[in-house]
């Protein structure tokens, strides 16, 4: 296993969930992306694109759901 040994930089979906998706299933994406491939020990750096027919509310959606899963290790 991976987690936690080695660094790793995701490329975040962008051509289902993130552009036919709702808002809601964009955030549970992304946190499932954090807890799944993430750990106390950092080495989770998420990168994604944007193309279209991406909506804007998905948009936001993602960019609000890093910025709010970014610390979620911290308490751990």
């Not at 051509?15 to 998706?21: H, M, S």
């Not at 807890?35 to 990168?47: A, E, R, V």
Request: hydrophobic residues 40%; glycine residues 6%.
């Amino acid at each position: 296993m991976a987690k936690g040994e080695v660094f790793i930089r995701l490329d975040v979906d962008r051509q289902k969930v993130t552009v036919f998706g709702t808002p809601e299933e964009n955030d549970a994406h992304i946190l499932d992306c954090i807890q799944t491939l993430g750990s106390p020990k950092g080495g989770l750096d998420l990168i994604w694109d944007v193309y279209p027919p991406t909506p804007l509310e998905n948009i936001e959606a993602v960019a609000k759901a890093m910025d709010k899963y970014a610390t979620h290790w911290l308490d751990v």
